[in-house]
């Protein structure tokens, strides 16, 4: 069975930083794109960063040059490196991965259970 692990939220100044992780356990043939999300009381959730398995990366607006996602293949993992924490930004951050199962063609989505971040004004 695929599993997503997230770790490394926590309570943040405003200002500072904090480093998400994402571990995918069990058996697959292939992750392709990973992303994060978030979702804050009250607020719908929404998409926060992209990146595919060849590296490439989109990140939402609203934390472009504050936040990076990036992943290690070989270690099956996705990271969230995000700076210059505002109170805004607090919420469940969740990550995602579509990966494909062996023997099969067809690509899945799978989802974290959530880490909480909370950042203090």
């Known amino acids: 069975q695929v599993q997503l692990v997230e770790s490394g939220g926590g309570l943040v100044q405003a200002g500072g930083s904090l480093r998400l992780s994402c571990t995918t356990s069990?058996?697959?043939?292939?992750?392709?794109?990973m992303k994060w999300y978030r979702e804050a009381p009250g607020k719908q959730r929404e998409l926060v960063a992209t990146?595919?398995?060849?590296?490439?990366?989109n990140h939402a607006r609203s934390v472009k040059g504050r936040f990076t996602i990036s992943r290690d293949n070989a270690k099956n993992m996705v990271y969230l490196q995000m700076n210059s924490l505002k109170p805004e930004d607090t919420a469940v951050y969740y990550c995602?991965?579509?990966?494909?199962?062996?023997?099969?063609?067809?690509?899945?989505?799978?989802w974290g259970q959530g880490t909480q971040v909370t950042v203090s004004s």
């Open positions: 995602y991965a579509n990966i494909r199962l062996s023997g099969v063609t067809t690509a899945y989505a799978y």
């Open positions: 069990g058996t697959f043939f292939s992750i392709g794109d």
């Open positions: 990146i595919d398995r060849g590296g490439a990366t």
